[in-house]
C-alpha cells in the first residue's frame, strides 16, 4: 500500500454476499455497486499465482502480463488507472463484478472496504470518489463483531 496513487496494488473485496455489515444489502457489500478499485489501480502479485501445469497458481494466464522478472499484472491495470480485463459490468452500477472471483489474485483477495475496526478504507474512499460514488460510513461495533472481513 505504499506505491504510487495509481499503481497502488489491491483488488476486489473479498466480502460475500451477505456477510457483516448491517441489514442493508448495500452495507453487507458495497463492492456489488462498486468495481471502482479494478478500474484504478495496478493489481501486481507474484508470478507463482498463475494458473499452470503443476497446479501451482490460480489466476487465469490469458488475463495477465508480466510486469517484472517474479511479477505479473492483471491486464489493463499494468499501467495504472486502466480497467482490469476480468471486469464485468459497469463501474458505479448494480451487478458490476469479478470475473474470475474464484481464480482472483491476493491482492484482490485481501483490499477491503473496512479496516478491522470498521473503518472506511482511505484508499477505497479515494477511489470510489474519483468514480463519483459517495464514501462509506464507519461501521459500527455490531457491524464489526463477528468480524465483517470474512475471507
Ligand atoms: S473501491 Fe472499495 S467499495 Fe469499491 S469495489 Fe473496491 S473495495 Fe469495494
Ligand atoms: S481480477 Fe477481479 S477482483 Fe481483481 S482487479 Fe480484476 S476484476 Fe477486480
Same mark, same amino acid.
Not at 41 to 49: H, I, K, N
Not at 62 to 87: D, F, H, Y
Not at 119 to 133: E, I, K, N, S
Given at each position: 500500500? !505504499?506505491?504510487?496513487?495509481? !499503481?497502488?496494488?489491491?483488488?476486489? $473485496?473479498?466480502?460475500?454476499?451477505?456477510?457483516?455489515?448491517?441489514?442493508?444489502?448495500?452495507?453487507?457489500?458495497?463492492?456489488?455497486?462498486?468495481?471502482?478499485?479494478?478500474?484504478?489501480?495496478?493489481? $501486481?502479485?507474484?508470478?507463482?499465482?498463475?494458473? $499452470?501445469?503443476?497446479?501451482?497458481?490460480?489466476?487465469?494466464?490469458?488475463?495477465?502480463?508480466?510486469?517484472?522478472?517474479?511479477?505479473?499484472?492483471?491486464?489493463? !491495470?499494468?499501467?495504472?488507472?486502466?480497467?482490469?480485463?476480468?471486469?464485468?459490468?459497469?463501474?458505479?452500477?448494480?451487478?458490476?463484478?469479478?470475473?474470475?472471483?474464484?481464480?482472483?489474485?491476493?491482492?484482490?483477495?485481501?483490499?477491503?472496504?473496512?479496516?478491522?475496526?470498521?473503518?472506511?478504507?482511505?484508499?477505497?474512499?479515494?477511489?470510489?470518489?474519483?468514480?463519483?460514488?459517495?464514501?462509506?460510513?464507519?461501521?459500527?461495533?455490531?457491524?464489526?463483531?463477528?468480524?465483517?472481513?470474512?475471507?
Amino acid at each position: 500500500m !505504499t506505491q504510487p496513487d495509481s !499503481t497502488l496494488e489491491i483488488s476486489w $473485496s473479498s466480502h460475500e454476499p451477505g456477510s457483516g455489515a448491517g441489514n442493508d444489502a448495500w452495507m453487507q457489500n458495497p463492492c456489488l455497486s462498486c468495481g471502482a478499485c479494478c478500474a484504478h489501480f495496478r493489481v $501486481s502479485f507474484y508470478c507463482g499465482e498463475i494458473a $499452470s501445469a503443476d497446479g501451482g497458481g490460480m489466476v487465469p494466464p490469458e488475463l495477465v502480463v508480466q510486469v517484472g522478472p517474479l511479477r505479473a499484472a492483471m491486464k489493463g !491495470t499494468e499501467i495504472g488507472n486502466g480497467r482490469c480485463v476480468a471486469l464485468r459490468g459497469e463501474v458505479g452500477s448494480p451487478g458490476v463484478h469479478c470475473g474470475i472471483y474464484e481464480q482472483r489474485p491476493s491482492p484482490c483477495r485481501e483490499f477491503e472496504p473496512w479496516l478491522a475496526d470498521g473503518t472506511p478504507d482511505a484508499d477505497c474512499q479515494r477511489v470510489r470518489a474519483r468514480f463519483g460514488l459517495p464514501p462509506l460510513p464507519a461501521l459500527t461495533q455490531d457491524d464489526v463483531d463477528p468480524p465483517a472481513h470474512a475471507a
